[in-house]
């Protein structure tokens, strides 16, 4: 669904003719509507009986939204009418998934023990990388194909129905989960002005502070990637395509290594390393220019976000008790949600704006407006860490290391190629040191700091 879905929703956007301000919405109003749903969600959560049944419902009606919008590919209707009804497509479909979220992520934090998170959801990214990678790879060709067949949009709406297939087979193997029963108390209900309050007394609320943060200055430039390659650089959507799985092939083989380093050292270690990280990937796209340039750059930008990613999810299961998680993870969606958009219209101006001088000639000494818009992303996400980043703290007893040492473990050589070799012979195999390889473990309460 990922690979085949949501990593060509903004190529298609930008088939459909859309504005700089629609392509900041594409981005950015979905995951603020995705977080209020997550509001909804946990409030009907706390009546269910099965959070099992919960999470299978919610995926299988978002699995038919992607019907709608592959028909959008195929109605010819005017771009600008198209545009705006892709956006709202886009906002209900993650809107159901924000009715998922919540619950899934207790259900799962119940399933899996503290001792093994990391290297589970380590393995787990891992494969849902190599998942995301061969169907990236696969849709970028049929649109390839459907290009050269002067057949674009049949291109999108197929992929589109992929997607669709996808989810529901996703909903299909979420079906098969345990689903132990969740006991709710009265302390366990909070509301969200409540968890804003106390976020600046609370060690959660300020790793929370810092996400949205951070979140706000990757919003400020994530449309304009896609936007660069396709338009300006003039990319086919076989490059488009080879550059999206190249960064979906370096979380793939980062996924496994952050998630037993986190286990390890923390995931406030992790966090930092790769938070630094991720305010350096938007500069080099101003010096690449060629393929095998931008791949360069993917291979990076992969490797820090999946440690980011992973890292980010895995500090909530430590920082929050069972019962508050659904809660938590809601409250954080609606923080991230606001700021993120607030970093898109603040792009989408600067967009607007530059372009505009530019087309004017007051920037016409720059190869691209959209070159400042990356540099004040980096800014932000820089300002973030020194803002934020020493507020918060590790909640469990880890091992000591610095962060050059760390980042040289996730660069040693000799580990990718034990993933490579994994890959070829078994990354599929079935685990017996995992929940649901034959044993039944329980995880320990983790230390409530929301």
Same mark, same amino acid.
């Given at each position: 669904?990922? &690979? ?50 919960? @999470? ?186 080879? =550059?999206?799985? @190249?960064?979906? *092939? ?10 037993? *380093? ?31 340039? *931008? ?41 991230? &949600? ?31 407006? *959209? ?55 078994? =990354? ?9 390889? &034959? ?12």
């Amino acid at each position: 669904m990922l &690979g085949s879905g949501e990593q060509y929703l903004a190529p298609f956007g930008i088939l459909l003719n859309a504005s700089p301000v629609l392509l900041s919405l594409l981005s950015t109003f979905p995951p603020l509507f995705n977080a209020l749903a997550q509001l909804l969600s946990i409030r009907w959560a706390d009546h269910t009986r099965s959070r099992r049944r919960f @999470v299978v419902i919610g995926a299988t009606i978002q699995s038919l939204v992607w019907l709608p919008i592959a028909v959008l590919a195929l109605a010819n209707l005017p771009h600008h009418l198209a545009a705006h009804l892709l956006v709202i497509l886009a906002c209900s479909y993650h809107a159901l998934a924000g009715l998922v979220v919540p619950v899934w992520n207790s259900l799962i934090g119940d399933l899996i023990p503290n001792s093994i998170r990391g290297e589970f959801f380590g393995i787990r990214n891992q494969r849902v990388g190599l998942v995301t990678f061969i169907t990236v790879v696969g849709c970028g060709l049929i649109l390839d194909l459907s290009k050269r067949q002067s057949a674009t949009e049949l291109g999108f709406a197929t992929v589109f129905i992929i997607a669709a297939i996808a989810r529901l087979a996703s909903a299909r193997q979420l079906n098969q989960h345990d689903d132990p029963p969740l006991e709710l108390k009265t302390d366990d209900y909070f509301s969200f002005w409540g968890f804003i309050n106390r976020s600046p007394r609370s060690n959660y609320g300020r790793f929370v502070i810092f996400t949205s943060a951070m979140n706000f200055g990757v919003a400020v430039s994530i449309p304009y990637f896609t936007l660069y390659m396709l338009d300006e650089l003039k990319l086919s959507y076989l490059h488009y395509m080879l =550059v999206t799985a @190249v960064s979906v *092939l370096s979380q793939f083989y980062a996924a496994q290594n952050w998630g037993r *380093l986190a286990d390890r050292f923390g995931n406030k270690k992790i966090l930092s390393a790769s938070a630094i990280g991720l305010c350096l990937t938007p500069l080099p796209w101003l010096l690449g220019k060629s393929l095998w340039e *931008l791949c360069l750059i993917q291979v990076f930008s992969g490797t820090m976000w999946a440690g980011y990613n992973l890292a980010t999810a895995n500090f909530m299961f430590d920082a929050v008790t069972p019962t508050k998680r659904a809660r938590c993870v809601a409250y954080r969606s609606i923080a991230n &949600g606001v700021t993120m958009l607030a970093g898109s219209l603040l792009g989408a101006y600067l967009a607007t704006r530059l372009k505009s001088f530019r087309d004017g000639g007051l920037l016409g000494w720059l190869p691209s407006h *959209l070159f400042i818009i990356f540099i004040l992303s980096s800014f932000l996400r820089t300002a973030s860490i020194v803002s934020f980043l020493s507020y918060f703290r590790e909640v469990r007893e880890v091992e000591s290391i610095g962060n050059t040492a760390l980042i040289l473990r996730i660069a040693n050589l000799p580990q990718l190629s034990g993933t490579t070799f994994s890959l070829l012979i078994g =990354v599929f195999r079935k685990r017996t040191d995992l929940p649901g390889a &034959g044993c039944d473990l329980q995880p320990k309460t983790p230390k409530d700091t929301s």
